[in-house]
């Protein structure tokens, strides 16, 4: 059965530095989006992605955070100067349509130190 | 501020029994909803959709939609220890292509054997 798959599931960073979170999409899949889960708190949207642009972001996504397609298979996540605030579980989501059913990566704990 | 309500629990209920969970959502042109699974330190799994208002029967699982009274709900037949997680309400949007998922804070759930 295909599956979001997402790299590295654990990343550990000092605080200032920039990380780049890796998902790779299920193959059929048109749209692309990221979202963060802070420890016991609620999932929350950061981004979608179709046709490699940008098709949404909330006021979480703000200028120390980046997405790119760099290939037709890889979807990435870039957060310039880490903050503490920063730790969270990231978790990438596909689906093939706006509005369906979506699935989600196993995710990239991401602990900023 | 689009927002989903759920009953933080813990919901406990002895195996066997009938778990029911409950969601309200405030986007009252909200299309698709969405029930995952989400166990301690992991991603959130989908283990039901609905769409339209009544009832929606996947093996053990019942969704319930109510769009005028902008309620959802999942229902556990003969509930299994291994159903103890906590389960989030999802909701797509009225407006926006990509339709991101809001996700209410989740129910915690745990069965008894």
């Known amino acids: 059965e295909p599956e979001v798959t997402q790299t590295p599931s654990h990343q550990v960073t000092q605080m200032g530095q920039e990380v780049i979170l890796r998902c790779v999409p299920i193959s059929n899949h048109l749209y692309f989006y990221w979202y963060r889960q802070i420890l016991g708190q609620k999932v929350e949207f950061l981004v979608s992605?179709?046709?490699?642009?940008?098709?949404?972001k909330s006021e979480i996504f703000d200028d120390q955070f980046s997405v790119e397609r760099p290939d037709g298979s890889n979807f990435t996540l870039k957060i310039r100067s880490t903050k503490l605030e920063d730790s969270a579980m990231y978790f990438c989501?596909?689906?093939?349509?706006?509005?369906?059913?979506?699935?989600f990566g196993q995710g990239t704990r991401l602990t900023v130190v | 501020q689009k927002e989903v309500e759920q009953n933080s629990g813990p919901l406990s209920v002895p195996e066997g029994a009938i778990a029911s969970l409950n969601c309200t959502y405030s986007d009252r042109g909200s299309q698709s909803f969405f029930w995952y699974r989400q166990y301690s330190g992991k991603s959130p799994e989908l283990i039901m959709s609905i769409y339209s208002n009544g009832d929606k029967e996947d093996g053990r699982f019942t969704a319930q939609l109510n769009k005028a009274s902008q309620y959802v709900s999942l229902l556990i037949r003969d509930s299994q220890p291994s159903d103890s997680a906590t389960y989030l309400c999802a909701v797509n949007p009225s407006s926006g292509s990509a339709r991101q998922l809001t996700f209410g804070s989740g129910t915690q759930l745990t069965v008894l054997p």
């Open positions: 992605f179709y046709n490699n642009e940008i098709s949404e």
């Open positions: 989501a596909s689906n093939p349509k706006g509005g369906t059913e979506a699935f």
